[in-house]
């Protein structure tokens, strides 16, 4: 009898467990069968679904945009200013908006580098999207009977290739249409775009002139051509230059000579030999277009010694007493030269273009020092284990309310994590010890609030207070913009810049404060550059004996620019002075530029002459609420 029941049991066990087996597959096929079988879409939602992912597509293309116009960032490191002694700033000003430096001096002449990598690209990327793809517009469908139900955007993945960006969006939505509805949660989409290949191509450069500093050594070539540097001159009567004029020289060779550098690759033609003095090898024959540029108006640091009162002057030798057996008179001169300017590095395939700043830093006739391999990551730094000063740091709004906040410390370049303040009987604050550093910063930073710093003065200040200004999200309009236009806009406040692309972006966050607002609005009209031929010569020491005294002889290339059309030209813009007080960021849900607009240019003249006018022109800037 026992035998038997065991045996019953046993039996109905089994079907039990086969019909666990049985749900477990059918839960996941019906969980895994988009990757099972694909995503099948209904007839009925097969044109909206597909502009929703036409959706996706234009805002990450959006963004890649801004990442590749920003040197691989949508939203750019804080905002560092130059000085008199190095005047270049963490960005380069190229058209309006600002572009990080990846490699610059910074005002108190240390080397700092800024080169994103691709996960802060792909995350800056996810940020950027989970905003915008929640302001499709599904009203067209909507009109024509269509319903559709969705949530915020849950998260983005993105995932940066050489000619594609894969995106991944989880969004919960549900279309409905008559008697039929369809719902989907995860959404996926293959961008085409080369930023992947032109993120390592830029890189592999980047690299290149790290270790080799091939820019320095043609800075160092340009300075040895048109100005003096070291040489000896026959000649019986001192040599006399003007620091100015030499600056000036300077100045105009680099403009002219640096467009010419090329990386060995097959978009370009040679056609002398002696061209390929501006080719670089940097181990592949890159299939892309890549262009150097320097322009006039950026910064420029030029330094030359020994020099009196603007004049650089060296005396013959072979006119004093005893020294008439020589038979003539020559000139010795040496000049040691401080040369320091930005370079712009284009990476580009028709109207796709990646692009980032470097600073070109000749020091003392030699290139820069290398700066030596990589940071080390999650070192605290020596200052940072030092903190003897106790302080106490309370955070508020405007209104006096207490702002839960992370609290850091930065003496010079050093940072240190120091803690969070919490709420204790009514106010928010933070008791800890920093770093004794007079002139370094209590840095305050919350979610929803603009970062603040307080600078330490004096080694006994232990209570600091620090009112945080709320952040404000606005709708943007740029007013009078026509289809195929778009403006650059900037908000500079306290040397910091938010630079836009309206209308690909229509939502700005503002603070109060005094900020000055520039807009450059760009249309398309072709304007032929034409082709340009010119020969450049330059005197090079003779060979033998002659070369030894100091003779040299002229040697010329020929060097062709060719044809160009610009498409994207100027077209209206302006500037305005304008404080923002919170009362209108309150009460307002739109902010609204209206700028100036100008003739539509058809020679490089006219487009100098609309770029003067920016600059004199005024742009109304009004709130809405």
């Not at 709320?470 to 943007?476: E, P, Q």
Request: charged fraction near 25%; charge should be negative; aromatic fraction near 14%.
């Amino acid at each position: 009898m026992i035998e038997k029941e065991d045996k019953k049991f046993g039996q109905v066990s089994v079907f039990i467990i086969l019909g666990i087996l049985i749900l477990i597959g059918f839960f996941l096929i019906f969980v895994l069968k988009e990757k099972i079988f694909g995503l099948k879409i209904p007839k009925d939602f097969d044109e909206i679904y597909n502009y929703y992912l036409s959706c996706i597509n234009e805002e990450t293309l959006n963004g890649i945009k801004i990442i590749e116009q920003q040197g691989g960032y949508i939203k750019s490191p804080a905002f560092v200013p130059g000085s008199s002694y190095m005047p270049f700033s963490s960005q380069l000003n190229f058209l309006g908006y600002g572009i990080p430096y990846w490699f610059y001096i910074s005002g108190n002449g240390i080397m700092k580098e800024q080169v994103p990598t691709k996960l802060e690209m792909e995350e800056q990327l996810n940020d950027f999207l989970k905003n915008q793809i929640s302001n499709c517009d599904f009203s067209v469908f909507e009109q024509r009977g269509f319903n559709v139900e969705s949530n915020d955007v849950e998260s983005v993945k993105t995932e940066i290739n050489s000619n594609y960006v894969r995106v991944n969006v989880k969004q919960k939505i549900s279309f409905n249409y008559g008697n039929s509805s369809f719902f989907i949660g995860e959404h996926k989409k293959d961008v085409k775009s080369n930023l992947g290949k032109f993120y390592d191509l830029g890189l592999k450069i980047y690299n290149y002139q790290k270790e080799s500093s091939f820019l320095e050594n043609y800075s160092i070539d340009i300075l040895r051509f048109y100005v003096p540097v070291d040489n000896v001159e026959i000649t019986c009567g001192p040599k006399i230059w003007f620091v100015k004029d030499i600056k000036k020289k300077i100045s105009d060779a680099v403009e002219a000579n640096i467009p010419f550098v090329k990386i060995k690759g097959d978009y370009y033609r040679i056609s002398k030999k002696d061209n390929e003095y501006f080719v670089k090898d940097i181990g592949e024959n890159v299939d892309a277009n890549v262009n150097f540029l320097y322009l006039k108006e950026w910064p420029m640091k030029i330094e030359v010694w020994p020099s009196e009162d603007g004049v650089l002057k060296a005396d013959p030798i072979g006119m004093q007493e005893g020294l008439g057996v020589l038979g003539f008179c020559y000139v010795p001169y040496h000049f040691v030269y401080d040369l320091a300017y930005p370079v712009l590095i284009q990476i580009y395939y028709g109207d796709e273009m990646f692009q980032y700043p470097v600073v070109v830093f000749v020091n003392k006739n030699k290139p820069k020092y290398p700066l030596e391999g990589s940071a080390l990551q999650g070192i605290v730094p020596e200052l940072c284990m030092h903190r003897i000063q106790k302080v106490k740091v309370s955070t508020f709004n405007s209104n006096l309310e207490p702002v839960n906040s992370t609290i850091s410390f930065k003496c010079f370049d050093t940072n240190c994590d120091i803690g969070k303040t919490s709420l204790k009987n009514g106010e928010s604050y933070l008791e800890d010890y920093i770093p004794q550093c007079v002139n370094g910063f209590i840095i305050a930073s919350a979610e929803g609030y603009k970062t603040k710093k307080h600078i330490i003065r004096s080694l006994s200040e232990s209570d600091i207070q620090i009112v945080l200004d709320k952040k404000y999200n606005l709708g943007l309009e740029v007013e009078n913009i026509k289809e195929g236009s778009y403006a650059v806009i900037s908000f500079v406040k306290n040397n910091e810049s938010l630079n836009l692309v309206y209308p690909e972006q229509k939502e700005i966050e503002l603070t109060e404060g005094q900020y000055d607002v520039k807009v450059y609005v760009y249309s398309n009209s072709d304007i032929d550059l034409g082709k340009i031929s010119s020969e450049k010569c330059v005197e090079i020491p003779k060979s033998g004996l002659f070369g030894v005294l100091g003779f040299t002889e002229k040697k010329c290339f020929e060097i062709e620019v060719p044809e160009d059309m610009k498409s994207a030209v100027l077209v209206g813009g302006g500037k305005s002075s304008y404080y923002i007080a919170e009362s209108e960021l309150q009460n307002s849900k739109k902010i609204v530029i209206s700028p100036e607009f100008f003739d539509v240019p058809k020679k490089i003249e006219d487009l100098q002459y609309n770029y003067y006018n920016v600059e004199k022109s005024i742009i109304n800037i009004r709130f809405v609420s």
